[in-house]
């Protein structure tokens, strides 16, 4: 939620959009948050036994993986697979096909993945599709009782 000039977010309070019944995303940062751009954050989780059926962008994507089970998550770009680990960053180049591949794992994998602008990104265009708007909180006041003013101590 808007404060001044800057924004507290949590992923706990972020309303996920299910893309289908193995991926869903949710939407940390975007234009109408602040009212001015910022770099497109997401968070994903894959369910265990599953993965993507990828895609290609004209645009380069980062991924940050925050959690999977080392040594049975993947992720595969053009014909590579990349063993994943949490905390690798993946710099994904324009045009090279990717997808995830959490088959062999019995946890979800989660990552955040990072774009420039949030039109690039087609999980952006879907939500606003479905909400009319690219962002839900579960508690809209959420960071009003997170944040502490001077003197509140």
């Known amino acids: 939620m808007k404060k001044g000039n800057w924004a507290l977010i949590n ?3 972020v309303k996920p959009y299910v893309c289908d019944e193995t991926y869903s995303s949710k939407l940390l940062t975007g ?22 059926s990828g895609d290609a962008h004209d645009d380069t994507e980062i991924y940050y993986i925050v959690s999977c089970e080392e040594g049975k998550c993947s992720v595969w770009l053009d014909d590579e697979e990349v063993l994943c680990k949490p905390q690798d960053v993946i710099i994904i180049p324009p045009k ?21 602008r949030q039109e690039q ?19 809209e006041n959420y960071e009003a009782k997170r944040i502490q003013k001077k003197g509140d101590k």
């Open 31 to 52: 234009d109408e948050l602040i009212g001015s751009p910022v770099i497109n954050l997401n968070e994903g989780t894959l369910k265990a036994g599953c993965r993507t």
């Open 121 to 139: 990104n087609g999980v952006y265009h879907a939500r606003l599709a479905a909400w009319g708007k690219s962002f839900i909180q579960e508690d």
């Open 96 to 116: 090279v096909f990717h997808w995830i591949d959490n088959t062999k794992s019995s946890k979800p994998f989660i990552l955040m993945t990072f774009w420039p």
């Open 11 to 13: 992923s706990e309070n």
